[in-house]
């Protein structure tokens, strides 16, 4: 209550007086404004720079009712106390109904009365601040909770497609010079998930949203395949990279594979990164720490150092080092933190030591089951041979649907399935799938298993799931997801799903979901091993020379003979040479509109079938009349030309 700053409004100044005279009594530390009018109290109220007010009741031709309602309009966040020259009953009603929080007599006035309901009404308000603010504070998390799972779903899903066709691209190629540019986009896209992760991951842990998943891990092959993860950056920059394991080891620990892996690869990404001569060593060895016995984990470089002042923040969340060799691009500065986070959240801690000059040493304690510590061994990492990235694609029976709402992801999974012998059944959206599901059952089919994505429109999984468990469906649906946020398999089972993979889509992941549920076939011929259209040939008709040995290689890949022409007048005259099956014609050549193209082709030969790729929405009754069968929005990936030629 004390040094409060009150207002006053009243237009009697007698009464005002009273009212401040009382106050006096009360405290000397009051800072005390009057407004001797309605108007000038509607000024005052205004700037709500006042704790409390104290407002008559009657205001010359307006009464103070009329106040308390402006003074909640204009955002007056201090209580009021309305003051009156008799007690009646109604005005103390319409007054706590117009937001007063009490109501004084004027006649009856003493200063304790007075002192009593400045107390209470400032404890009240502060009372209701800090309901408000946790409230706020609770709408905000959840908002921020929906953002995280939105955002991450909008980032990841471009990258599952990405990562996947490059995948499949490797899993296709035997060209070795083809597949080490494969192997360097692969790579890079795994390095922009991780800078995702980065930031997403951080968000997450401070909304307590991050999950962790233990599983068995051997860790001989999981040091190899971090090994490989980083050795293409250090030998970027002609540095040494050596992994040691001077003491007998566990042959599998029990702990969260993707989250070591994250830690492991922030610290050595950052010893590479900030190391310049000499090399980077990732040495595993054991500890006491807390009476318990850990694995360590040390990541020592020769690099550029630390600075003290660096050091003591080093963890703290977007803090860079101040030394004057750091790229000022060099990262975000999360990596550390999120690492901490990770260690501490896995039972163990991690420190740092560094000399500037001479290099850095980071290390982390890992807890280990005394099961795991009976069964050790030296570990013998072979360094020399690079892992083969082919996956050994199993052969199974059974028809499948796969639901997602984007055609990328839905042609890149069907891709995967298709492999494997089975037949594959796609759906756009939930309601889609519902639908295709009934229509097949009332025709006698049935699906094997159904693979649904969560983020859909029109229906979204979880509603389609609900609703086809409710219809009485039994086999396995598998939920599909970009959103790694706590809760979201827990509320996938709940909603029907039998099992869970995440995006982006593990292809090894997914065939090894797929044996839990569909039969074994004997080996066929996959559909990699047959070409999409044998000694069919077309013409692509693009100005644009790297977009059209893009399209020229994606088309060969698929099984085409492929002929191109940069204008449109020399498609014109490859149609009369050659005997083409289809034309992809841009939109927009130098010499003429790709509608005008087409028209002309189709006029010539009305057998061959034109596609046309713009990068913007096509007039359909243009393209109708010019004879244009499909369209393509640019960028064309693999499986909308593999989609719209099929």
């Not at 004027?106 to 209470?120: D, F, G, M, P, V």
């Not at 971090?226 to 040691?244: P, S, T």
């Not at 990404?269 to 990732?282: D, H, R, W």
Request: charged share 25%; proline share 3%.
């Amino acid at each position: 209550m004390q040094n409060a700053t009150l207002l006053i409004i009243d237009d009697d100044e007698d009464d005002f007086i009273l009212v401040k005279d009382l106050l006096t009594d009360i405290s000397k530390a009051y800072v005390l404004d009057w407004a001797p009018t309605y108007e000038a109290g509607q000024i005052l109220l205004q700037e709500n720079r006042h704790d409390l007010c104290l407002m008559d009741y009657k205001l010359g031709a307006h009464d103070g009712i009329e106040l308390l309602k402006f003074a909640h309009e204009v955002g007056f966040s201090g209580p009021v106390i309305l003051l009156t020259g008799m007690h009646q009953i109604e005005v103390d009603r319409q007054a706590l109904q117009a937001g007063a929080v009490d109501y004084l007599v004027k006649s009856n006035l003493n200063a304790e009365q007075l002192a009593r309901a400045i107390r209470y009404a400032l404890a009240r308000n502060e009372v209701e601040k800090e309901r408000v603010e946790r409230l706020k504070a609770e709408a905000e998390n959840r908002s921020k909770s929906e953002f995280l799972a939105h955002l991450s779903h909008e980032l990841r899903t471009p990258l599952s497609a990405i990562l996947g066709f490059t995948e499949l691209l490797l899993n296709k190629s035997n060209n070795s010079e083809n597949s080490a540019h494969l192997r360097i986009v692969h790579r890079n896209g795994k390095h922009l998930l991780g800078l995702l992760n980065d930031i997403l991951d951080l968000s997450k842990i401070e909304a307590g949203k991050l999950e962790f998943e233990k599983q068995h891990v051997a860790l001989s092959a999981f040091l190899t395949d971090i090994y490989f993860l980083m050795q293409g950056a250090a030998q970027d920059k002609n540095l040494q990279l050596r992994v040691e394991t001077p003491q007998p080891l566990p042959v599998t620990i029990y702990t969260d594979p993707m989250r070591l892996r994250q830690i492991l690869l922030n610290l050595m990404g950052n010893a590479i990164k900030f190391t310049y001569q000499g090399g980077v060593v990732l040495k595993i060895d054991w500890v006491e720490e807390d009476q318990q016995k850990k694995l360590r984990f040390s990541i020592k470089d020769s690099g550029i150092g630390i600075c003290a002042e660096s050091l003591n923040v080093i963890f703290e969340p977007f803090v860079q080092s101040k030394s004057a060799q750091v790229h000022p691009r060099s990262g975000t500065g999360l990596g550390l933190n999120i690492s901490k986070q990770l260690v501490e959240r896995l039972g163990g801690s991690i420190r740092v030591e560094s000399v500037v000059g001479v290099g850095s040493e980071f290390s982390f304690t890992l807890p280990v089951d005394e099961a795991e510590c009976a069964a050790t061994e030296m570990l013998s990492l072979d360094f020399e041979v690079e892992k083969q990235h082919n996956i050994q694609i199993p052969s199974f029976c059974g028809r499948v649907l796969v639901a997602d709402d984007l055609r990328d992801i839905r042609m890149l999974i069907g891709h995967f399935i298709q492999l494997t012998g089975v037949e594959v059944v796609y759906a756009t959206d939930g309601a889609d799938a519902v639908r295709i599901i009934n229509t097949d059952k009332s025709h006698g089919k049935a699906f094997d298993l159904v693979l649904m994505d969560i983020h859909m429109p029109v229906m979204d999984g979880h509603q389609a799931a609900k609703q086809l468990r409710y219809e009485g469906f039994t086999l396995p649906l598998i939920a599909l997801t970009a959103a790694h946020m706590k809760g979201d398999m827990d509320r996938c089972f709940e909603s029907g799903f039998t099992a869970y993979l995440g995006k982006p889509l593990d292809q090894a992941q997914l065939y090894s979901c797929m044996a839990r549920f569909l039969p074994r076939a004997n080996p066929v011929l996959s559909g990699q091993a047959q070409a999409l259209s044998h000694g069919k040939s077309i013409l692509v008709v693009e100005d644009d020379a790297d977009t059209l040995a893009a399209m020229t290689g994606l088309l060969t890949l698929l099984g085409w003979e492929v002929c191109s022409a940069q204008y449109g007048a020399d498609a014109l005259r490859e149609l009369d040479k050659q005997n083409l099956h289809a034309v992809l014609v841009d939109l927009h050549l130098p010499d003429m509109s790709g509608y005008e193209c087409a028209a002309r082709i189709h006029e010539r030969n009305p057998d061959v079938r034109i596609i046309v790729a713009s990068g913007e929405n096509i007039n359909q009754q243009r393209a109708s009349e010019a004879g244009i069968a499909s369209s393509l929005l640019k960028p064309v990936s693999l499986a909308q030309l593999e989609a719209v030629l099929q």
